[in-house]
């Protein structure tokens, strides 16, 4: 594989145990593409290679130790400590294009406030995904985050949130 058709996703951190797992950071957006592989690809001296996935846990968001097929040791595991993740792109656009334009159209419900507004566009920022919409005549953002979600009504088009208080009061 290239270098161009790879979506770097996350990043092996340190090892852990003493059986080759690994302590890794991934991308929240890309969270639900990792934890449906069974193979990852790991650059290793210059080229970049297939690790087929034996386990891999979540252990707090955007973190998780995973297992790799013949990585049995501490040492073998440390040797790849630092090195980013990589998925193939192509398994990732289609995923990726619906996630941007999934909620336009939606109204966005604040548990607490009722009604925001409608979701006018979806924008990608390096870290999250934020949603556009107009709020009293204002154009605001709502990251797009999953604590904030509570529930979605893809039939009615709404999308139910759970806001910190006094997010709203800002703008």
Known sequence: MQLDELTTVGT???THGVHGEIKFEFDPFYG??????????????GEYLPFFIE??????SGKGILKLE????????????GKSIFLNT???????????TSYVGFLVKDVQLGDIGIVQEIIEMPQQLLLQLD????EILIPLHDDFIKAEHPTKKELLLKLPEGFLEIF
């Open 55 to 60: 386990t891999m846990d979540e252990t707090t």
């Open 70 to 81: 013949d990585i049995n040791t501490k040492e073998a595991a440390a040797r790849l400590n």
């Open 90 to 100: 192509k398994s990732l656009a289609q995923v990726k294009e619906e996630a941007l």
């Open 32 to 45: 639900d593409d990792v934890f449906g592989q069974t193979v990852i690809i790991i650059e290793t001296e």
């Open 12 to 14: 092996l951190r340190k």
């Open 135 to 138: 709020f009293k005549g204002k």
